[in-house]
Structure formats: structure tokens, C-alpha cells
């Protein structure tokens, strides 16, 4: 079992849609969840990280964390063509600020 | 624009080449890291420097060289590179290293290509 899992997609989503994406995360002891956006042959780009149980929510971006079930998900509401990307999962589980990433999902958001 | 600036955006080498990627930050942050991305994969962790100590290595061999000359800088250097570390290095940083939880912020990597 790997310990970030993401579907690696893609997920085709229509224009003005919401795209729904998943993370699961192996170890409880983990206390820190991020996502990134990184577009084709850019680096990562920080759009959202969360602490604690329950929603948070930052303009079309909306994080969601349950601790118990292990699953972290973004949502993008009235997705764009320019949300095209790869959304990486990241998740803190250790002292030092240690990130461990997912394999990215790849978002296309088409027309 | 990014806050962290690495130089050069791209590198080509020979195998018996010594370079030195750069990466600068001027948020104030005290840590700051090297990360490795092969193509279609997620980024790997390389070093962690925390208030300009290294903190974390990964395992990673000897021919990479980290350095941290003050809490703005972090070089890499690259000596006796082989094909397979053509990728694109990430540099990023944090407020801090010792508290979980401080976002990363990338800069926009150099690419380098290992002849």
C-alpha cells in the first residue's frame, strides 16, 4: 500500500462543473495535508492545506479532511479549461516538515 | 511570480561535468529543501535545512552536495552525474522546518538534462 494515494485520472470534467478529488493517506499519525496544482512542466504550485477535521474552503477551492476514514479531498467548483492540471496530494507525517506526496490526478477541464 | 528563485531554469552536462544549481528566498523562512521530479511522477525529497543545519538526507548519493551558506541560500552542487538524475530539481521553503504543518513553497526548478 502506497502511502499517499491519489486515481491518477484523467478526470474529464465539463466547463462550469465541480471536480471532485480524492487522497488517501496511510499513516494516522499524519497531521498536515496540502494540495498542489502543477501544470505541465511547471513546478507545484500551494492552492490548499488543512489541519483539521471538517471543510475549508478558499474561492472555488474547497479542502476536506476526515482523520478517521484517512481521506483527504479537494473540490473545484465552476471548473475552468485553465484548472487543467495535475493536483497533487501531499501529506506531513513526521517531525522535520517531511512531505510525502501522491502520484498526482490529472484534472481536465474540457470546453 | 514566485517568492523562490533558482538558477539556472535549465542545465545541460556531461557526466564528468561539476555544476551548481541555485535557489534563493526572501520570505524569511528558516528551511528550506531539494526535491527531485522525474517525468509524470510526484515530487521526492532529496535534503531538508533547517535553520541552515541539514536536518533530513534521504539517502541520496554522494555525487549531489548540499549547502546552505546563509538562511536566503541553498546550492546544490553536482558532481560525476549519470544519465538516470535528468529531472527537474526543485527547490522550496518553509517558515520552519521543526513544526509540522509549515506549507512548502517551490520555485520553478531547474531542469537538467545529464548527457
Known amino acids: 500500500q502506497k502511502e499517499v494515494e491519489q486515481n491518477s485520472g484523467p478526470l474529464s470534467v465539463p466547463e462550469g462543473a465541480i471536480a471532485s478529488l480524492n487522497c488517501t493517506y496511510s499513516?494516522?499519525?499524519?497531521?498536515?495535508f496540502f494540495w498542489y496544482r502543477q501544470y505541465s512542466g511547471k513546478s507545484p504550485e500551494l492552492i490548499m492545506f488543512?489541519?483539521?477535521?471538517g471543510d475549508k474552503e478558499d474561492g472555488r477551492f474547497t479542502a476536506q479532511l476526515n482523520k478517521a476514514s484517512q481521506y483527504v479531498s479537494l473540490l473545484i467548483r465552476d471548473s475552468q479549461p485553465s484548472d487543467s492540471a495535475t493536483y497533487l496530494c501531499?501529506?506531513?507525517?513526521?517531525?522535520?516538515?517531511?512531505?510525502?506526496f501522491g502520484g498526482g490526478t490529472r484534472v481536465l477541464v474540457k470546453p | 511570480d514566485t517568492e523562490v528563485t533558482q538558477t539556472p531554469k535549465h542545465l545541460v552536462m556531461g557526466m564528468t561535468n561539476k555544476k551548481s544549481l541555485k535557489c534563493e528566498q526572501h520570505?524569511?523562512?528558516?528551511?528550506m529543501y531539494w526535491y527531485k521530479q522525474k517525468a509524470k511522477k510526484p515530487p521526492e525529497l532529496m535534503f531538508v535545512?533547517?535553520?541552515?543545519?541539514?536536518?533530513i538526507n534521504e539517502s541520496v548519493p554522494s555525487r549531489f552536495s548540499p549547502e546552505c551558506p546563509n538562511s536566503s541560500l541553498l546550492n546544490l552542487h553536482l558532481h560525476a552525474l549519470q544519465p538516470e538524475d535528468s529531472a527537474l530539481y526543485l527547490c522550496?521553503?518553509?517558515?520552519?522546518?521543526?513544526?509540522?504543518?509549515?506549507?512548502?513553497?517551490f520555485g520553478d526548478g531547474t531542469r537538467l538534462s545529464i548527457l
Open positions: 535545512y533547517s535553520y541552515e543545519k541539514l536536518s
Open positions: 488543512i489541519y483539521s477535521n
Open positions: 522550496a521553503s518553509s517558515q520552519s522546518a521543526n513544526r509540522d504543518g509549515q506549507p512548502q513553497h
Open positions: 499513516d494516522r499519525g499524519s497531521q498536515s
Open positions: 501531499a501529506v506531513n507525517k513526521a517531525a522535520g516538515n517531511k512531505l510525502t
Open positions: 520570505m524569511g523562512h528558516r528551511a
